[in-house]
């Protein structure tokens, strides 16, 4: 008799609530330097019907010139943000 009184009883425990913890993610924010941000852009280009040869070639190495400083300036960034994803995954 006592077994069917405490069977119920069993039953009812599995249905109570039990207390759920939520935990908050951390989030941290990176933010790379502004003066890691260095693409110069050539906003005056010369007139192209009376272009020269030699024109031509000093703006070929304006632009060029300006690539790789964007290039460096990027790799820069990358390599900022590498750094600061293995510093918070040591962090952990």
């Known amino acids: 008799m006592k077994w069917l009184l405490i069977v119920p009883l069993l039953l009812l425990t ?25 693409c110069p852009v050539l906003t005056k280009f010369p007139k192209d019907e009376t272009l020269t040869d030699q024109e031509v070639g000093s703006l070929i190495l ?4 300006n690539n790789i400083t964007c290039k460096r300036s990027l790799d820069s960034i990358k390599q900022f943000y590498d750094d600061a994803e293995k510093t918070l995954a040591e962090q952990k």
């Open 14 to 38: 599995g249905c109570m609530q039990t207390s759920v913890q939520l935990v908050a993610p951390e989030y941290k924010i990176v933010k790379a330097p502004d003066d890691l941000y260095k």
């Open 62 to 65: 304006k632009l060029q010139n």
